[in-house]
């Protein structure tokens, strides 16, 4: 270990910055943001740093660096762009016993300012040493998907409980406690924004302080609509820590690939007449493990809350009392319409657009047509294939024109998308002629006529 990392308190410390560049102000951001009373030396200073210095946020002296400068300072910034001058500094910043950093040649100091998560209170640091700036930031972003935003406000719930915790538990027992605490649905309540639920539930829990885990949670994800680099950092996130997870027909394999390898992994899908779990057996089935102490993850292709049935699941879920979330996913939409080159919504095409299903609880396709078939209006039909002789008819037949352009699009977002163009009056006979199979997504809309010109994704095996 070339460094050893350590956490100074600069807050209110006097620190100096030479330099007036872009270099100096992300140097200049950071000691702000701890805290620290900055000066900067520098002959002109960049705009950002011009603004940063009439809002009185900077103390700025418009001079050349030299030794009588360096009095009184916690830290040294050498950002200039010369190399010599920035040596310099350090050197005399290293006789005066003042850590100095180095922008262009980090040994020339005896500090390096790593790549910071920030999630205060909660701070994590990643360096390699100086060697590779680049590769720090690229594990820095690896983390910052994995460190839910709301950590911090974890850690200040942890700091309001933990004497009390203290005179509660005894040694032994604090440890299995927290570890509770920080892995289970008091963390959840906390990420998910019900700060003060999670209070409650940790008083609650200290009045009957059981560490045996017998907590259960469900987690209601969206998938997307196939390609795994849509998901939420939540979702993944979830994916990792989910002991057993429900899927449907509509998650795709990449997706399923990401959840953790030890979990218990349970097909419920549907398709059109046939569900290899009738739903009220999913609602009970996630009730049962919960009661279990087990953390659930039902994953659902495309967006829970947009024809994916998930305010029946989670009704259940109230009733009972078991914790839970919902994860919002990118539905197929969103998700097949960017990737097919097609705008749900255009100002010189559409400006409003109608989420359908073409596949009602009754079995049957009848819907509002006069709302389908609004001018300046696109239409989305989601498991619409079996109906759609019956659509485009009723379409047509409530005013459309049959030559209205629309697009289907099988398995959208995946190395296995397929967009097929055509009109309403034309829309059967292609499906017929070109076996297409769910999940595909229905398109109607004058919209569709940019499809050759903004068709941007090309997948290639």
């Known amino acids: 270990m070339r460094y050893l990392p350590i956490f100074i308190d600069i807050d209110a410390q006097p620190c100096l910055v030479v330099g007036g560049g872009n270099v100096a102000l992300r140097k200049i951001l950071l000691l702000i943001d701890a805290g620290a009373t900055v000066t900067v030396i520098a002959p002109h200073l960049c705009t950002s740093l011009e603004r940063l210095h009439n809002e009185g946020k900077i103390h700025y002296m418009r001079e050349i660096f030299n030794e009588s400068h360096l009095t ?20 005399l910043a290293k006789e005066k016993n003042i850590p100095a950093n180095v922008a262009d040649k980090s040994t020339n100091g005896n500090f390096i300012v790593p790549s910071i998560v920030d999630r205060a209170p909660v701070t994590v640091a990643v360096s390699s040493g100086g060697s590779s700036p680049v590769l720090a930031r690229l594990l820095r972003t690896r983390l910052e998907s994995l460190i839910p935003s709301k950590y911090g406000e974890l850690a200040i719930l942890v700091e309001q409980f933990r004497q009390q915790v203290k005179k509660s538990l005894k040694p032994e027992l604090r440890r299995r406690f927290w570890d509770k605490v920080l892995q289970g649905p008091i963390a959840e309540m906390v990420f998910s924004g019900n700060m003060s639920m999670a209070k409650n539930a940790l008083q609650e829990s200290l009045k009957d302080p059981k560490v045996d885990g017998k907590s259960g949670e469900v987690y209601l994800v969206g998938a997307g609509p196939g390609d795994p680099d849509l998901l939420t950092f939540r979702a993944q996130r979830l994916l990792q820590q989910a002991d057993v997870v429900l899927y449907d027909r509509l998650v795709s394999e990449p997706v399923l690939s990401m959840v953790r390898k030890g979990a218990e992994r349970i097909y419920v899908g549907k398709r059109r007449s046939h569900h290899a779990v009738p739903q009220d057996q999913i609602n009970s089935l996630l009730l049962a493990l919960a009661r279990e102490g087990k953390r659930v993850l039902r994953l659902k292709g495309g967006d829970p809350f947009i024809f994916g049935r998930g305010g029946e699941e989670i009704e259940d879920l109230m009733q009972e009392g078991i914790p839970f979330q919902v994860v919002p996913g990118i539905t197929a939409a969103s998700g097949c319409s960017s990737y097919s080159g097609i705008p749900l919504t255009h100002r010189d095409y559409s400006q409003s657009c109608l989420f359908v299903t073409g596949h009602l609880k009754s079995g049957s396709v009848d819907l509002n047509w006069t709302s389908l078939c609004q001018p300046n209006q696109t239409v989305v039909v989601y498991m619409g294939l079996t109906g759609l002789p019956v659509l485009c008819e009723k379409m047509i037949e409530h005013g459309t024109s049959p030559d209205m352009p629309a697009a289907l699009i099988e398995q959208g ?18 499906v017929e002629s070109k076996e297409l199979k769910a999940p595909t997504l229905i398109i109607v809309g004058e919209v569709v006529k940019l499809r050759d010109q903004l068709n941007w994704y090309q997948h290639e095996s």
Request: aromatic fraction near 8%; glycine fraction near 2%.
């Open 413 to 430: 977002t995946t190395p296995n998308q397929r967009v097929l163009v055509g009109t309403l009056k034309t829309l059967p006979a292609i």
């Open 72 to 91: 009184n300072f916690r830290l040294v910034f050498a950002t200039t762009n010369d190399s010599k001058v920035n040596q310099y500094i350090a050197k």
